[in-house]
T-cell receptor
């Protein structure tokens, strides 16, 4: 089946530092989504990207939809303690597989922020 | 407005039993999807319902089933539980199919002993 390779798996950073994580796929997606999940909760949508090359910001978060439609990255600037959590990328609407509306998730990047 | 509500939050079942999980989507949302989350496999798609019809199904055995009611509420059922079914089961709703702007519930933590 389709797989998304998300890296890094985990990160320990100092408060105030910038963070970068990315996802790559062997399949093309129509939409890339970035979610954050905190303990005991479901994933919360952070940013949605709908066009190849699109660069979108949400506060301190910036994400880009790769030109090839097979990758995306998420940057967090000036990290703060409440950024702690697991960040997931998700692709939707792959041309190469059946079930074009389901989300295919990466394995997540666990972010720890040291005050 | 109320978010996606999943009940129960926690559940402990014995191998061989069956279980039913419930999901109430955001008011007005017609699409409901279910995902299984485990440490090893991550988030995996189970199925999606829209207007009481299953529109898409993931690669899970037939022990996993679901349905959607006319008020868009959805249930999923797992029969003959196995230890490997222990997971966080997440429900997500969206206005239409294609799931743009999926909103997830907090999940049901199922433990099979």
């Amino acid at each position: 089946g389709q797989q998304l390779n998300q890296s890094p798996q985990s990160m320990f950073i100092q408060e105030g530092e910038d963070v970068s994580m990315n996802c790559t796929s062997s399949s093309i997606f129509n939409t890339w989504l970035w979610y954050k999940q905190e303990p005991g909760e479901g994933p919360v949508l952070l940013i949605a990207l709908y066009k190849a090359g699109e660069l979108t910001s949400n506060g301190r978060l910036t994400a880009q939809f790769g030109i090839t439609r097979k990758d995306s990255f998420l940057n967090i600037s000036a990290s703060i303690p409440s950024d702690v959590g697991i960040y997931f990328c998700a692709g939707q609407g792959s041309y190469s597989g059946a079930g074009s509306y389901q989300l295919t998730f990466g394995k997540g990047t666990k972010l720890s922020v040291i005050p | 407005k109320a978010g996606v509500t999943q009940t129960p939050r926690y559940l402990i079942k014995t191998r061989g039993q069956q279980v039913t999980l419930s999901c109430s989507p955001i008011s007005g949302h017609r699409s409901v999807s279910w995902y299984q989350q485990t440490p090893g496999q991550g988030l995996q798609f189970l199925f999606e319902y829209f207007s009481e019809t299953q529109r898409n199904k993931g690669n899970f055995p037939g022990r996993f089933s679901g349905r959607q009611f006319s008020n868009s509420r959805s249930e999923m059922n797992v029969s003959t539980l196995e230890l490997g079914d222990s997971a966080l089961y997440l429900c997500a709703s969206s206005l239409e199919l294609a799931g743009y702007g999926y909103t997830f519930g907090s999940g049901t933590r199922l433990t099979v002993v």
